[in-house]
């Protein structure tokens, strides 16, 4: 963990992210007289080449972030919608009651480009130019691969070989996956972001080349791009080929915008989350849960007690119940579902053994949750133990994403979990340089439910990042990659520094959890009442009282679950703090 006096910081600031080359970005961000913001954006593209099995240009990209003139949280929705042409229809003529997780079928708008610039534009001090610029380097180049990169690869080589021929040229150029550390290069990448860039300075001014920048995207050569590759059929993980449904009015007619951010209180602590259109709520209800056990809460030498474990695993199976009945883009209850009297309502359903049921609250109505639900129970989806994705042979994924959090001197201060547009997601498009995300697989086909399918509409994402108020004032951002379990493993974190006492890095540090009793995100959106998931490092005791309270234990090992990173600034003084995750031997967190 590193740490900063503020009198010796002067512009500069703290990065923590999933990759040491995008944290590193950031600070040379900060180091150039840049802002958190600029550091943010620029640390976010370099992101796109050097965690491309987690994340893309094709993606989306969501935020929480306050200023340091206004420190109310606002959040930044960079998620685009579903085509106008996807319909529940189009699906059941074509014979399916789920949506594929690759392919071009389950794609959305691509929001990552918008929701960057606009960030940048509104908030940032530096010209697109001066952020892309490493991250076109990198790709133009050669960026070393992590081990993850190539395995990816290698689950989907078949696939690319025999359907995906443009993602078998990026790579697979010799027949093989990239080997670990090898440099990698994608020229086409390189090629489509310096004509974005070319387009965004053919006019003048900072605010107005960004500007430009994000129409080339979405009514020009891009756009154009993404709709004539759209219309080839290419395989899935149906077994079928099938073409995209994306329209060039579909790109043009949105852009990212900002939203006003959900704070929920905690007493000292104030959480910070996304609306009931994201996951995000869910954290914030298995912390209300839990605050009316703190008495029984408690970490022994950085290490969770199995009664802590037990309480908040049974915490998060009812909020997540409550997610799959209630939460999507559409009015969402969320006066209701975080209330003192509902919550009260739910706790007294957490017993001393672990529940096996799917059990959604009474919100003003009666919860409704999807018929396929019992066909889905127990289904085989690869394992969720490491919270990446898991890659099935047919591309199909059960995680995602990446992280990154920054805040500098001044007291700019943002979290967030760029995702989508991974390499496997679909197919590359080959003159662009990059593929399009998977994210509208998150749908029901079911019609009558928050998240059912209806063009024009966000699917229910897991990209959750966090914010944390401490008496009314900014302190901490944070967050994990990881789908569902994000708003999981970012409990573990809470409550080891908010209950435990531990700092940023060891409450990052210490050992995590995570249960799969609640329907997956992600195809084929299976679940498995019971399963609980942990590291080792809880102790034997600890694992063999889980399981003697009918919680099917999965150990995963000792360092497995997570990629948290966390910054954070004291309000008194000034400190910042950051703190990365030691999992993987890749999360980095710099400062000065």
């Known amino acids: 963990m590193f740490t900063t006096r503020p009198e010796l910081a002067g512009t500069y600031g703290m990065v923590a992210s999933t990759h040491w080359l995008a944290s590193a970005t950031g600070m040379a961000m900060l180091e150039s007289g840049g802002n958190a913001f600029d550091a943010a954006v620029a640390a976010g593209f370099v992101l796109q080449v050097a965690e491309p099995h987690l994340n893309g240009p094709g993606g989306q990209v969501p935020g929480i972030f306050v200023t340091a003139a206004d420190k109310t949280p606002r959040v930044l929705a960079g998620q685009g919608p579903s085509p106008a042409a996807a319909t529940p229809e189009h699906f ?211 290490i969770p007690t199995a009664r802590t474990v037990h309480l908040a695993v049974e915490a998060a199976k009812l909020a997540f119940a409550d997610r799959e009945a209630w939460y999507g883009d559409t009015d969402v209850p969320l006066d209701v579902l975080l209330s003192a009297e509902y919550t009260a309502g739910r706790r007294k359903l957490i017993t001393d053994e672990a529940s096996a049921e799917l059990r959604p609250g009474f919100a003003g109505s009666a919860p409704k949750l999807p018929a396929i639900l019992s066909e889905l129970r127990g289904m085989a989806a690869g394992s969720g133990a490491t919270g990446e994705p898991t890659i099935g042979p047919q591309g199909q994924t059960r995680g995602d994403t990446v992280h990154l959090d920054v805040v500098d001197a001044a007291g700019n201060m943002i979290s967030l979990t760029p995702s989508g547009g991974w390499l496997q997601s679909s197919p590359t498009i080959p003159e662009l340089g990059f593929c399009l995300d998977s994210r509208g697989q998150m749908f029901w086909l079911e019609q009558g439910l928050p998240n059912s399918l209806r063009p024009g509409k966000r699917p229910r994402i897991t990209l959750s990042p966090s914010m944390a108020l401490r008496d009314g004032e900014p302190t901490i951002a944070f967050g994990t990659p990881g789908g569902d379990q994000q708003d999981q493993w970012q409990l573990c974190f809470w409550l080891a520094h908010t209950l435990g006492g531990l700092n940023l890095q060891e409450s990052i540090d210490s050992p995590a959890w995570h249960t799969t009793a609640f329907p997956s995100s992600f195809y084929p959106r299976s679940w498995t009442p019971r399963e609980l998931v942990v590291e080792s490092r809880l102790g034997r005791s600890t694992i063999d009282t889980l399981a003697s309270w009918g919680h099917d234990v999965i150990d995963a090992g000792d360092w497995a679950l997570g990629r948290l990173s966390a910054v954070s600034r004291d309000p008194r003084t000034g400190i910042l703090r950051a703190a990365a995750n030691a999992r993987g031997m890749q999360g980095y967190a710099a400062g000065r």
């Open 92 to 302: 059941a003529d074509l014979g399916l009651d789920l949506i594929p997780g690759s392919g071009l079928l389950p794609a959305t708008v691509p929001g990552a480009w918008d929701g960057w610039l606009l960030l940048l534009r509104d908030h940032g001090t530096k010209s697109l130019r001066d952020v892309l610029g490493y991250a076109i380097s990198y790709a133009r180049n050669g960026i070393p691969l992590v081990d993850r990169v190539g395995n990816t690869v290698s689950a989907v080589q078949q696939l690319f070989t025999d359907h995906w021929p443009t993602s078998a040229a990026l790579w697979l150029p010799d027949g093989k996956p990239p080997a670990p550390r090898a440099l990698h290069r994608n020229p086409a990448l390189a090629d489509t972001w310096e004509r974005l860039l070319s387009e965004a300075e053919s006019v003048s001014g900072r605010e107005a080349q960004l500007d430009a920048g994000r129409r080339a995207w979405s009514h020009g050569f891009v756009a154009e791009a993404i709709v004539a590759f759209n219309r080839q059929a290419f395989r899935d993980d149906s077994g079928r080929d099938h073409a995209g449904l994306l329209t060039g009015d579909d790109l043009a007619n949105w852009s990212a915008t900002y939203e006003d951010a959900l704070v929920t209180d905690l007493g000292e602590w104030g959480l910070v989350k996304m609306g009931g259109w994201t996951q995000g709520p869910a954290l914030a209800q298995q912390a209300l849960l839990l605050n009316g056990f703190r008495d029984e809460l408690s970490y022994v030498d950085g």
